[in-house]
């Protein structure tokens, strides 16, 4: 077999086995597996996971040829399975930042919503509507809100300005989460930091409902949820420098116009005000990302969802992987005049760009 026949064999394989993972992961298999921590047989672990045993054996025969879990064999020739700790660790619930099996469910996700659009798409070149993904949209909401709940207040926060955000919000700042979605990072903050007032954007009413009832349930009197859209902000009096801090959590790349979102950033912002936006970490050029580790997978997701729906309203279609360059020259035209570019420890696949406005 010559080189690229075995590559298509191996893209063959490869997306089989992450339609499978997906399944396993969602059925929290590998969970179970590892929990077990011994090789079993089909029966003992259907009876542990509750899973039909003859659906089991044939994803644990994918889960073997594919070399995610071992093959073995009891006294009497029956088949036994066990996952290595070294792949649980990469593959279960407890290997928190480590965890790369939540993220094989994001194609088969995205395949479901919205493959025969995308198609579609190609010839017509229109976007498709945010509605569209509501399993996907659920599915990324739970992580994001997980990641929040694990480094927002322990290394996020922080870690701007060496610690010099933190005592602001101590003492009583405002601060604005654009594109808040359910709205789990700004409640923390508020909870967090009861001097500070803080207020939600997102123009998805039904996640701002959610953050509203949130907000009230945890008895939250300092924060406010508004339906708008970002990029109609600039010029709007009631945001005329009104905010201190602003937040934006992987939100500036699924927006229509996000020149114009920034640009609301930009004057919502104080003197001497703060923006944290927190994007992808890509290059511009595709050339440029041959290297990254994930790089097909991630133009894949913004392929079948952050492009199409950026592409709404007449929108620019940005892309999840628009890229630093891009970022830096489009924060540049917003009107930010100083930007640090940093990486975070806690977070591989994104870049902090820290925007400062002048005293």
């Excluded at 009861?194 to 509203?212: L, M, Q, V």
Aim: glycine content about 8%; overall charge negative.
């Amino acid at each position: 077999m010559d080189d690229f026949a075995q590559k298509m064999a191996d893209i063959l394989n490869c997306g089989a086995l992450n339609l499978a993972m997906a399944i396993g992961y969602k059925n929290r298999i590998f969970d179970t597996l590892e929990d077990m921590g011994r090789p079993a047989t089909a029966a003992e672990i259907a009876a542990a996971t509750g899973l039909n045993e003859r659906y089991l054996r044939e994803w644990l025969a994918i889960m073997v040829t594919g070399e995610i879990i071992t093959h073995g064999k009891t006294p009497d020739d029956e088949n036994t399975y066990y996952l290595p700790p070294e792949h649980a660790g990469f593959l279960t619930r407890k290997s928190g930042s480590s965890n790369l099996g939540v993220y094989t469910q994001e194609i088969p996700l995205l395949t479901s919503c919205a493959m025969e659009s995308v198609i579609r798409g190609f010839q017509s070149g229109q976007g498709i509507a945010f509605s569209q993904y509501p399993d996907f949209q659920q599915f990324m909401s739970q992580l994001a809100d997980a990641k929040h709940e694990q480094v927002l207040l322990s290394e996020f926060l922080p870690a701007v300005e060496n610690g010099k955000l933190v005592e602001k919000l101590k003492s009583g700042i405002r601060v604005c989460d654009l594109g808040c979605g359910h709205g789990v990072a700004l409640n923390l903050m508020a909870q967090a930091f009861p001097k500070s007032r803080f207020t939600g954007i997102d123009n998805h009413e039904p996640a701002i409902e959610t953050a509203r009832k949130d907000a009230k349930k945890a008895g939250l009197s300092n924060v406010a949820y508004k339906n708008r859209d970002a990029a109609k902000i600039n010029g709007d009096p009631e945001f005329d420098q009104c905010f201190d801090y602003i937040c934006a959590f992987d939100a500036i790349h699924d927006q229509s116009h996000p020149l114009d979102a920034l640009k609301g950033v930009r004057y919502m912002l104080a003197p001497g005000g703060l923006f944290s936006m927190v994007d992808i970490k890509a290059r511009t050029n595709p050339a440029d990302n041959m290297d990254h580790p994930m790089g097909p997978f991630l133009y894949t997701v913004s392929l079948m969802h952050c492009m199409p729906v950026g592409l709404n309203d007449n929108g620019t279609g940005l892309g999840m992987m628009w890229g630093r360059e891009q970022a830096e020259a489009m924060l540049a035209q917003a009107g930010f005049e100083e930007v640090q570019v940093r990486e975070m420890a806690h977070d591989g696949f994104n870049l902090h760009y820290l925007c400062k406005v002048p005293e």
